[in-house]
């Protein structure tokens, strides 16, 4: 086949992602995969039978570009409820194809050559790349280790006329610290008066343990007016492989998302919608997610507390961080990989969160699992 000798990639620091390599890993090696962030475990029977419904009533079409109405609406309402901001959900709900797509679409709908992004480290892996792609420019804050706070005196120093977004993630991946209210004071502080967008990546919304309460940028008008905030069915639902969310976003910002959504994908799947729909009726389904996987951190906690592995602070999201100083001075990218390759389990190096590859010898394991799962990895933790 005749092809171009050279193309200039516009990601060339950009390959494979971690979480492909760690779970290929440990496919290759029969490892038990804690690395990538999804549950061994199915969704509510209801969900799926929904699914089926909705196909078997004829659901099967295109739906909508933002979204099925009906859908929507269990949104706003929803929204609502928990954050006390009423959103419009014919002009201010858009439905996506997972949240990473939102994200990519949000700062896509907003970001022009030479723009300026604030965002945090470890930070997730999709953010830069979607900021380079539309020409802007990332602008990289260290989180405080070990407890992942930011250090807003440093953030006010980096903001210029160039400033066009700041990102955030609360609960937040990797770490699972989450912001409290004096954060969002701080933020809502620095921004106001300017044309500053935030986006609030919000995923892990309802898995926050401790009674904490999850502080949306909802909360805060002020913020709230010129936020995206994104979130995702698929941590809320244990449903990560249908690839569904939905962003939030005043009538302006929502515009221009839906601009880019419907040269993207246009519409997402409608069974699903439809199925949705109908759970986010019933409270319930993710009014109950705290106490579950704080069980389940709890558990996995407890099952590796004998180990030489730290166990670090974990307040939201369904990962917790082990520190292994005390068991090898390896960089943690070697070091994850000789686990899944000589002891057969799994998990992410922190450092490929950084763009300068801070290393402070910790790695990520997701406690989404059975309990079968936690039990058969901690007793291999233990061993090390």
């Not at 921004?191 to 919304?205: A, F, Q």
């Not at 969310?245 to 993207?264: D, I």
């Not at 949705?276 to 019933?282: C, D, G, R």
């Not at 319930?284 to 906690?301: I, V």
Request: aromatic content about 12%; overall charge negative.
């Amino acid at each position: 086949m005749n092809h171009p000798s050279t193309i200039s990639s516009k990601l060339p620091k950009n390959g494979q992602s971690i979480f492909s390599i760690m779970s290929g890993l440990a496919n290759e090696h029969d490892a038990i995969n804690l690395s990538q962030g999804f549950p061994d475990f199915n969704p509510d029977e209801r969900l799926t039978k929904l699914v089926t419904e909705g196909m078997r009533k004829g659901f099967n079409q295109y739906a909508p570009m933002p979204g099925m109405m009906e859908l929507r609406e269990v949104i706003a309402d929803k929204t609502y409820e928990l954050y006390g901001i009423d959103y419009s959900a014919p002009d201010e709900v858009t439905v996506v194809p997972g949240a990473t797509y939102g994200i990519f679409a949000a700062i896509s709908s907003v970001i022009k050559e030479d723009d300026e992004v604030i965002l945090f480290e470890p930070a997730y892996d999709c953010y830069v790349p979607a900021i380079e792609l539309n020409g802007g420019k990332p602008i990289r804050v260290e989180l405080k280790f070990p407890n992942f706070n930011i250090d807003w005196a440093e953030v006010a120093k980096l903001i210029t006329f160039r400033t066009k977004m700041i990102i955030i993630n609360t609960p937040h991946n990797p770490s699972g610290c989450v912001l409290g209210p004096e954060d969002l004071k701080q933020l809502a502080k620095l921004v106001h008066g300017s044309d500053i967008i935030i986006l609030s990546d919000e995923v892990y919304e309802h898995i926050i343990f401790d009674n904490t309460r999850h502080e949306s940028v909802a909360y805060y008008p002020e913020l709230a007016e010129r936020s995206f905030i994104v979130s995702s069915f698929g941590k809320t639902y244990h449903t990560t492989g249908w690839k569904m969310g939905y962003v939030l976003a005043p009538r302006n910002l929502t515009r221009e998302l839906r601009k880019v959504h419907q040269f993207l994908a246009f519409s997402t799947s409608s069974p699903m919608q439809y199925a949705y729909a109908k759970m986010l009726k019933n409270p319930k389904t993710y009014n109950g997610l705290p106490q579950f996987y704080q069980e389940k951190r709890d558990y996995f906690a407890e099952l590796v507390r004998g180990s030489r592995f730290e166990l670090l602070p974990c307040s939201g999201s369904y990962f917790q961080l082990l520190k292994y100083d005390k068991i090898s001075d390896e960089g943690d990218e070697d070091f994850a990989k000789r686990l899944t390759i000589e002891h057969k389990i799994a998990s992410i190096p922190i450092s490929v969160f950084y763009r300068n590859k801070t290393d402070n010898n910790v790695l990520r394991f997701c406690f989404a699992k059975s309990n079968e799962t936690l039990e058969k990895a901690a007793e291999i933790l233990c061993t090390i």
